[in-house]
């Protein structure tokens, strides 16, 4: 990193943390990403091979931003400050989501480009959110993984799903994640986990950047596009509580813009791994963030419903679900 540099955003979780640094003569920005105090391992990125794959496909709607390994750290370039995710919390509905209508439906057109490529030979990593959850599923006491990163507030939360939830959805969760896990030879290329908080749009001229290779692993096409919908209908489901149904039927419009930009029918597999994504982040947010009873409450209430209906309602945007 150059001295000429200036921090210009910090943040994170005991996971993952985040820098964001402008570079001189307007070049744009460098965007850090390392691991938080509670990761053992550090972030990873993407072989050579895959790399070389990636670069080779024809140019994406949405841009894809490799990162450069400094030591334990992952540089990615990009012409804006702030995520998507960040734009959504702090901006009025009419300046945010027309802009986030636009890049998620560009989003679901890059991961298209993304998922033509066959993992055989370039990836055999499992999805690291799935894997996660299913090893805190399968503990039945909410000890997670080698480590015990983050476990005081995961064993808090366990009893709080096993309540809410009930044995017999965490075992059929559970399958699910065994079942997304499972090795394939039609495997393809991941992002891993796909979201507002990856896009950088630009701050002012310049290009939107998807951020990709910190979590890339093998699997079937829906489990990211059943991320991006799991993470817009877990907001859906917290605005309708706190804010209403017309604001969540307002907020659905960004979720009818990814499923547009899909361009093929959405299988049943997708609204699943969408709501393995949902209880995934409540697991990460309670181990890495903080406990939010109120929130863990409203999370898990569409997780038990998404459950019962084999998440079909993470894959309707009109009307009511």
Aim: aromatic residues 6%; charged residues 25%; proline residues 7%.
């Amino acid at each position: 990193m150059q001295a000429e540099e200036e921090l210009v955003d910090a943040y994170g979780t005991r996971l993952t943390r985040t820098q964001v640094f402008r570079r001189p003569d307007g070049a744009g920005y460098r965007w850090v990403r390392s691991g938080g105090p509670d990761r053992l391992t550090a972030p990873s990125a993407p072989s050579d091979a895959v790399r070389a794959r990636i670069r080779a496909l024809p140019r994406s709607p949405l841009p894809f931003a490799l990162p450069q390994r400094h030591g334990r750290e992952l540089h990615f370039f990009a012409d804006g400050t702030e995520s998507l995710a960040n734009i959504l919390m702090t901006r009025p509905p009419e300046v945010a989501y027309p802009l986030a209508e636009r890049l998620l439906t560009e989003l679901a057109r890059s991961l298209a480009r993304l998922h033509s490529v066959p993992a055989h030979g370039l990836s055999g990593d499992r999805h690291p959110g799935v894997l996660r959850l299913s090893q805190w599923l399968a503990s039945g006491t909410g000890r997670s993984w080698a480590g015990g990163c983050g476990d005081d507030e995961a064993d808090r939360l366990f009893p709080v799903a096993r309540r809410l939830l009930g044995k017999a959805r965490l075992e059929r969760l559970e399958e699910w994640c065994l079942r997304f896990l499972a090795e394939s030879p039609e495997a393809v290329l991941l992002h891993g986990k796909p979201g507002t908080g990856l896009i950088v749009p630009p701050t002012r001229a310049g290009m939107p950047v998807l951020l990709l290779g910190e979590d890339m692993a093998a699997g079937p096409p829906c489990l990211d596009v059943g991320w991006v919908l799991g993470e817009l209908a877990e907001l859906r489901q917290v605005i309708r509580v706190r804010h209403g149904t017309d604001e969540a039927a307002r907020w659905s419009a960004l979720g009818r813009a990814f499923v547009a930009g899909c361009a093929w029918p959405l299988p049943e597999e997708a609204g699943m791994a969408a709501t393995l994504g949902i209880l995934t982040h409540v697991r990460d947010f309670c181990a890495y963030v903080r406990w939010d009873e109120d929130w863990v409450s409203v999370v898990l209430e569409a997780v038990a419903e998404e459950t019962d209906r084999n998440g079909q309602g993470n894959l309707r945007w009109s009307g009511e679900i």
